[in-house]
């Protein structure tokens, strides 16, 4: 399959690319989608919730009310989960959410995302450019040209692009993130992907391992 190569102005620049059908016209599988980024997401928390239970409660001992006599209930203590500032019943512990996810299901997913992206025509390929300078107006400027002004991209770049990194931190909805890092959340997470044009032949060596 081949796409062609557009520069920073939106342009066409005569050049293309092709791309691996076992990466990009695979049929995706939303099971393995949904796993990765379930994954993703668990591996974000901190796990680190924690609520008092009984025995961590520090309140008087005292028998609130006489235990005969009363026609109710035998209260012994302030540290019941009945009372108000009692302990809490079965509250969160910290604990780790992480859970083991196979290499192979981690690769389909991302498979199956780029696959999709491309059959919904929701994929370009740019030529490499860089920046001069942090400046989020020539990154505005390029979104512009290519007429993407308003919608989520995630630009996946080849390492060392710095600048590009600091002019796109500040835009809405936009994220420039390096070949290395990108990941099945990112790329589902977003309406439009952007491959830098050195980026796909080393997304094809990872992914064909």
Request: aromatic content about 6%; proline content about 3%.
């Amino acid at each position: 399959m081949k796409i062609k190569v557009l520069n920073k102005e939106g342009k066409e620049t005569g050049k293309s690319v092709d791309l691996s059908d076992e990466i990009f016209a695979i049929e995706p599988n939303q099971h393995v989608v949904w796993l990765d980024v379930k994954h993703y997401l668990a591996n974000q928390r901190q796990g680190t919730h924690k609520s008092k239970e009984r025995a961590e409660i520090s309140r008087s001992t005292k028998k609130l009310v006489r235990q005969k006599g009363s026609g109710g209930a035998r209260h012994g203590s302030a540290k019941s989960p009945t009372y108000v500032g009692g302990g809490t019943v079965f509250g969160p512990r910290p604990r780790d959410y992480d859970f083991k996810l196979n290499k192979k299901i981690k690769v389909l997913a991302r498979k199956s995302v780029l696959s999709a992206r491309v059959a919904e025509n929701n994929l370009m390929v740019i030529e490499d450019f860089s920046i001069d300078s942090p400046k989020t107006k020539s990154y505005i400027e390029f979104l512009n040209a290519l007429s993407l002004t308003g919608k989520k991209t995630l630009f996946v770049v080849n390492g060392g692009e710095n600048n590009l990194y600091l002019s796109a931190r500040n835009i809405p909805r936009t994220k420039v993130v390096d070949k290395d890092s990108v990941n099945t959340y990112e790329l589902i997470n977003t309406d439009v992907i952007l491959l830098a044009e050195s980026t796909v032949s080393h997304l094809e060596s990872i992914l064909n391992d």
